[in-house]
C-alpha cells in the first residue's frame, strides 16, 4: 500500500494579471513562470520542455522574478512586499521571507552580481544582497544596502546592457526616470528625474536597445519608436492601424540588429526586419501560435540562444517556439486554469474549471502525459464527482449535467424535460442524485433518472457512502419542516421512504447533514453539533461555536465541514479546529489529509495536523544537478568530435624562449604542422571550410551552443567569424567591418529631428566618423537655434568642407588642426578634440593622444570607425585593450584581444573567469582554425602571469580533465576530446 503523502501534487493555478511580469529563462537551462502563488519550474534542452516541479508558496500571489546570471539561483517578490532567494536545484529557500514593505507589492526585480534591486509600489528602490558567508543563521541572509525613495511611480527596472551604469525606472504611463548607479557608488543618482514622452499612450513595454548605445525601445500600444537619451527625442520606426492587436513586447536579438520580434496583446508574433543598408522596418512575418482557443499571455528569450521563445498560454502553459522555422516545435502545457469543482478518492483526483474542462489524474504519477483532460462544455464546471468503480465521472454545470465515461472516453450529457439541476451529490461507488427543484429529487437507478417528490423544500442531502452506488443505496434528506426523511433506492423497487423519520423539536434550525451506516450529524444555526448513532439510537450535543455550517463530511471518525464564511473545520479527538485559511469547496482524502478551494481560487492538499499546504512533487520531480547539465553539453558539443593539437616539434620548439620562435610562430600558425599530422591525405583547406560549415549550424535550434555561459557568447562570435559579428559587439570590441557601426549610428542620428545644442556636436562627430563629411556640413548649416553662434557654426562647416577630400587638405591646415585639437584635450575638451582630429585624418596620432588621456572609448571609436589598415588596426586595438586591463573592464579588455587575434591573451585572462568548459573548446577551435600564437614580447611584459602557449594550452587541458571528471564525463568521452 503506497504512502499517498508521497504522492500529492501542486495543482496549477489560474494566470492572474499581477503574474504577468513573473517569467524568466536562465542560463542555467531551467524557464519558470507564475501563475497564482505557484511558480512553476521547466527544464529546456535540445528543443524539448520538461516539466520539473511547481512549488506552491502560499498565501503571497507572485509578482516578479529573475534569475542569476549564472547560478541556480532565483529571486522572487510577492504582492505582501515579500522577497525570497531561492535554489532551483535544491529546491529550497536560501534564506528567510524578508518581508520588507507590507502591504506593498514587489513589481520587478534585476540582479547585480549576487544582489538584487527590488521595486516595490510603495515607490521605493531597494538593492538587497544574499550573503552565503552568514553562518550563524541560515535563515537571517539578506542585507539591506541602499533603499531609495523614489519621486513617481514605477513598475520596470532594467541595466542598460551596455555597462554605463544607467537603470531605466519605467510603468505603464507615458513617462520614465533614468537613474546612474556607476561603480564604487553608495546609491544609485538621478540622471533624468522624469521624462515625460510627447503621445498620449501608454508605454507597454520599454528596453535598452542592445546594438544601438544611448537609445531606448519605446513599444506604445500601436507605435514603436526609439528614444535617444542624449537630445531626449523620440524616432518613429512602426506604426500600425489603431484597429490592430495592440503591441505587448518587443523581443531583440542578440546576432543581428536588422530583426526584432513583437509580441502582440491577442497573442501574435510579428516579425520585422529592415531593407539593407537602411533602419526602415517592415513586416515580413506573421504567426498567431493559437491552441484551443488560448491566447499567449506572456513569452520569455532563451538568454543562451535567439533561435527559441518560451511562451506562457493563459490556460495551456508552456510551448517552445522555434523562431527560425516559424513554428511551435514542443509543448509542455500543465494547464493553468481556474478550478471550480473537486474530487478525490484514493487512486484518482479530478477537478473541474470556469472554463467548461474536467481532469482526471492518478495520485503518484506527476507526467502530464498521463493526465486525462475532457472539454465537457463552455462554462464553469461547479460539480465533479469521481466514480471509478463504474469508470464514470459525474460532473454539472449552470445548465446541464453529464457523465465521463473513462473506458471509452465518451462525454455525455443528459436530456431532461424537468428543471437544470440546482445541486449534485455522487459517491465512489457510483450514486448519483441530483436536485432539480426546492422540493424534487432526481435518484439515478441503474442510469436512469427516478424522479422523488419531498413533503417540503430541502435543506441538505446526505448519502451513505460506503452502501450507495449505481443499483442500491440510501439516503437522508432534511427539509425545511426540521424533518429528516431517509429514502432507500434499488434497481426492483425503484426511491422508496423509510418509516425512521427523524424529527426536530427544539427552537434551533437545522442547516445541515452528514450520514454515514454509523452516525448521523446534524448542525444547528446556534453553532451545536448533534451526533446521533444509529446503533445505540443515542444522541449527544457538541457547541463548537461554528455558525452557518453549509456542507459536512465524515472521513472515518473525523467530521469536516465548512460554514458560510469559508471558515473549514474538522472535529475529531482533538476537539473543534478550524483552518486559519479561507476556504470555498472541500474533499477529505484522508483523516490527515483534505483537498480544497482557497478563496484565492488555488487548489490545494492541505495537511490536517497543523493547515499546511502538502506537496511531495518537488521532492519526486528533481532536476538533473548543474554538474549533469554541463556533463551532456560537453558530449554533445559541437566540437566534441573536431580533432586538432600540436606537434611534439613545435613542443620541444616553444619550450625555448628565443626570438627566432617567435617570429617563426608569427609566420606560420600551429595549425598547419598539426594539420600534416592529425589529418593526413586530406585537404586542410577543406576540413577548415566543412569546420566552419558545422559551425554555421552551433547556434541552431535543439543543438547546443558552443558556449557554456552567456558572458562566453561573444568571444565565440568573434572566433568564428571576426568580420561579421553583431553591430554591438563591433561597438564594444573594435572587430567587424571598420566604420560599419558608425556609419549605422550616423544614420539613425539623422533621424534625430529636435537638436540641442549639446547634441549638435554629437550628430556633426557622428557623420565625422562615418566619413560621411557632407552631412556634417549640412547638419551645421540647418542649424538656426540661437543659442549656437552662427559664425563658429559657418567657420567649422567650411573648415569641414576644406577637409572633406584626403588628398586635398593643406598641409597647414592639418598642422593647425592638430595644434588646436591637442589643445583642446589639455583643457579637458575631448570630443571637440576629436572632432578635429578626424577631420584632419589624423586617425592614428588621435589614438595616441586620446591613450595618454585615458579616453578609451574615443580612442576605440577611431580604431573601429577610421583604421582601415589591418596590421595598423590590430596594433591599436591591443594597445586600447591592455588600458582596459589596466582599469579592470577585463571583460572588455578580452572582446578587444579576441578582436585583434591575440587568442594566447584571451585564453589566459578568460583562465582567471575559472569558465574551464569554455576555456578548453575555445583552445580547441582555435588550434583548429590555426589563430592560436603566442603572444608578442610587448604583451608578455603586461601580462606575466600568463604561461607561455605551451604550459597555459597543457594547463587548460588539465584544469578541463578535471572539471569534466566532477561533472560526471564518462573517461572514454574524455580521452577522446582530450586526444
Excluded at 512549488?55 to 541556480?72: E, Q
Excluded at 562566453?712 to 553583431?726: A, E, G, S, Y
Aim: hydrophobic share 40%.
Amino acid at each position: 500500500m503506497f504512502d499517498i503523502k508521497n504522492m500529492i501534487p501542486v495543482l496549477p493555478s489560474a494566470f492572474l494579471p499581477e503574474n504577468i511580469n513573473a517569467i524568466d529563462w536562465g542560463s542555467c537551462g531551467i524557464a519558470c513562470f507564475a501563475t497564482g502563488s505557484t511558480i512553476n519550474f521547466f527544464e529546456v534542452e535540445c528543443g524539448k520542455i520538461n516539466r520539473l516541479y511547481s512549488y506552491d508558496f502560499r498565501p503571497s500571489i507572485i509578482t516578479a522574478l529573475k534569475f542569476h546570471s549564472f547560478h541556480r539561483w532565483m529571486a522572487f517578490g510577492d504582492n505582501l512586499g515579500n522577497l525570497l532567494f531561492w535554489d532551483v536545484e535544491k529546491r529550497g529557500s536560501m534564506c528567510s521571507i524578508l518581508p520588507y514593505a507590507n502591504n506593498s507589492k514587489c513589481l520587478d526585480l534585476c540582479w547585480q552580481g549576487n544582489s538584487v534591486i527590488a521595486l516595490f509600489s510603495n515607490n521605493h528602490l531597494v538593492q538587497l544582497s544574499y550573503n552565503a558567508n552568514n553562518n550563524t543563521d541560515v535563515l537571517r541572509r539578506i542585507e539591506i544596502n541602499w533603499d531609495i525613495q523614489l519621486k513617481a511611480s514605477y513598475k520596470n527596472i532594467q541595466f542598460d546592457v551596455h555597462h554605463t551604469g544607467y537603470l531605466l525606472l519605467s510603468s505603464s504611463s507615458p513617462q520614465f526616470s533614468v537613474y546612474q548607479y556607476n561603480q564604487g557608488d553608495p546609491k544609485p543618482k538621478s540622471f533624468y528625474e522624469c521624462v515625460e514622452l510627447s503621445c498620449p499612450d501608454n508605454i507597454q513595454d520599454i528596453q535598452w536597445s542592445k546594438h544601438f548605445p544611448g537609445f531606448i525601445w519605446v513599444v506604445l500600444e500601436n507605435e514603436i519608436v526609439f528614444f535617444h537619451i542624449e537630445s531626449k527625442t523620440l524616432i518613429p520606426l512602426i506604426r500600425q492601424r489603431a484597429s490592430a492587436s495592440s503591441f505587448s513586447k518587443i523581443f531583440q536579438l542578440h546576432d543581428t540588429h536588422t530583426r526584432f520580434i513583437v509580441l502582440h496583446r491577442n497573442g501574435l508574433l510579428s516579425v520585422f526586419d529592415s531593407k539593407p543598408n537602411t533602419l526602415k522596418f517592415s513586416v515580413t512575418n506573421e504567426i498567431q501560435p493559437k491552441h484551443s482557443n488560448s491566447t499567449a499571455v506572456k513569452c520569455v528569450k532563451n538568454v543562451m540562444s535567439d533561435k527559441e521563445l518560451f511562451i506562457v498560454y493563459s490556460e495551456l502553459g508552456p510551448v517552445l517556439y522555434d523562431v527560425e522555422r516559424s513554428r511551435i516545435v514542443h509543448a509542455c502545457f500543465n494547464f493553468p486554469l481556474t478550478i471550480t469543482s473537486i474530487d478525490c478518492n484514493d487512486e484518482y483526483y479530478a477537478f473541474g474549471t470556469s472554463t467548461g474542462i474536467v481532469q482526471i489524474c492518478k495520485f503518484g504519477s506527476f507526467d502530464l502525459k498521463e493526465m486525462k483532460r475532457f472539454q465537457v462544455f463552455e462554462g464553469a464546471v461547479d460539480f465533479v464527482g469521481i466514480s471509478n468503480k463504474i469508470n464514470k465521472i459525474y460532473f454539472k454545470g449552470s445548465s446541464a449535467v453529464g457523465e465521463i465515461r473513462l473506458d471509452t472516453f465518451e462525454v455525455v450529457i443528459y436530456n431532461s424535460r424537468v428543471s437544470s439541476a440546482k445541486r449534485c451529490i455522487s459517491t465512489h461507488s457510483g450514486a448519483f442524485i441530483v436536485q432539480r427543484e426546492s422540493h424534487i429529487l432526481g435518484i439515478f437507478i441503474n442510469g436512469k433518472e427516478t424522479p422523488v417528490l419531498l413533503p417540503s423544500d430541502i435543506v441538505d442531502i446526505a448519502v451513505k457512502e460506503s452502501i450507495s452506488g449505481p443499483l442500491s443505496g440510501e439516503l437522508g434528506v432534511l427539509l425545511k419542516s426540521k424533518a429528516i426523511l431517509f429514502i432507500k433506492y434499488n434497481d426492483n423497487d425503484g426511491a422508496i421512504f423509510l418509516p425512521n423519520k427523524f424529527s426536530i423539536s427544539a427552537p434551533v434550525l437545522p442547516i445541515s447533514l452528514c450520514l454515514s451506516t454509523k452516525q448521523m450529524v446534524i448542525a444547528f444555526d446556534n453553532g451545536n453539533l448533534l451526533i446521533h448513532d444509529f446503533s445505540t439510537k443515542k444522541s449527544k450535543n457538541i457547541n463548537v461555536a461554528a455558525s452557518n455550517i453549509s456542507v459536512m463530511r465524515f472521513c472515518q471518525s473525523k467530521v469536516f465541514g465548512i460554514c458560510n464564511n469559508n471558515t473549514l473545520f474538522v472535529n475529531d479527538s482533538k476537539g473543534f479546529r478550524t483552518c486559519p485559511s479561507p476556504v470555498t469547496s472541500f474533499v477529505p482524502v484522508t483523516p490527515d489529509i483534505v483537498f480544497v478551494i482557497g478563496k484565492d481560487r488555488i487548489s490545494r492538499f492541505l495537511r490536517v495536523s497543523d493547515w499546511r499546504s502538502l506537496s511531495s512533487e518537488s521532492k519526486i520531480l528533481q532536476p538533473d544537478t548543474l554538474q549533469q547539465r554541463r556533463a551532456r553539453h560537453i558530449q554533445n558539443h559541437p566540437l566534441a568530435h573536431i580533432h586538432g593539437s600540436i606537434t611534439n616539434e613545435e613542443l620541444a620548439s616553444f619550450d625555448t624562449n628565443k626570438t627566432e620562435n617567435l617570429i617563426h610562430c608569427e609566420n606560420e600558425s600551429l595549425i598547419e604542422n598539426a594539420k600534416k599530422s592529425h589529418i593526413e591525405g586530406q585537404d586542410p583547406d577543406k576540413n577548415v571550410e566543412n569546420l566552419n560549415s558545422h559551425i554555421e549550424k552551433f547556434d541552431c535550434f535543439g543543438k547546443e551552443t558552443p558556449w557554456f555561459y552567456p558572458d562566453m557568447r561573444n568571444i565565440w562570435l568573434i572566433l568564428h567569424d571576426p568580420h561579421k559579428v553583431p553591430l554591438s559587439l563591433q561597438y564594444h570590441s573594435g572587430a567587424g567591418e571598420t566604420g560599419n557601426f558608425e556609419r549605422i549610428m550616423s544614420m539613425l542620428y539623422s533621424a534625430v529631428q529636435y537638436v540641442t545644442p549639446e547634441f549638435l556636436n554629437s550628430k556633426v562627430s557622428s557623420a565625422l566618423f562615418a566619413n560621411n563629411f557632407d552631412e556634417a556640413v549640412n547638419i551645421l548649416s540647418q542649424d538656426t537655434s540661437q543659442e549656437r553662434d552662427f559664425l563658429k557654426s559657418a567657420a567649422l562647416a567650411g573648415c569641414i568642407i576644406a577637409c572633406s577630400e584626403e588628398d586635398k587638405i593643406p598641409d597647414k591646415m592639418v598642422i593647425h588642426l592638430k595644434a588646436t585639437a591637442i589643445s583642446l584635450l589639455l583643457q579637458g575638451n575631448y570630443n571637440d578634440g576629436a572632432m578635429l582630429f578626424r577631420m584632419a585624418r589624423l586617425d592614428h596620432p588621435a589614438v595616441d593622444y586620446l591613450l595618454e588621456h585615458e579616453q578609451l572609448d574615443l580612442a576605440l571609436k577611431f580604431i573601429r570607425g577610421c583604421v582601415k589598415n589591418e596590421k595598423e588596426k590590430r596594433e591599436l586595438l591591443i594597445k586600447i585593450g591592455v588600458k582596459y586591463y589596466q582599469k579592470g573592464k577585463i571583460g572588455q579588455a578580452i572582446l578587444i584581444f579576441a578582436a585583434c587575434q591575440q587568442w594566447h591573451v584571451v585564453l589566459g585572462l578568460i583562465r582567471t573567469l575559472t569558465r574551464k568548459a569554455d576555456l578548453f573548446f575555445l583552445k580547441k577551435y582555435c588550434v583548429f582554425k590555426g589563430v592560436l600564437k603566442p603572444m608578442p614580447p610587448e604583451l608578455e611584459k603586461v601580462f606575466p602571469e600568463i604561461q607561455p602557449l605551451i604550459p597555459l594550452i597543457a594547463q587548460i587541458d588539465i584544469d578541463f580533465a578535471e572539471y569534466a571528471t566532477d561533472v560526471g564525463v564518462s573517461s572514454q568521452v574524455l580521452r577522446n576530446l582530450l586526444s
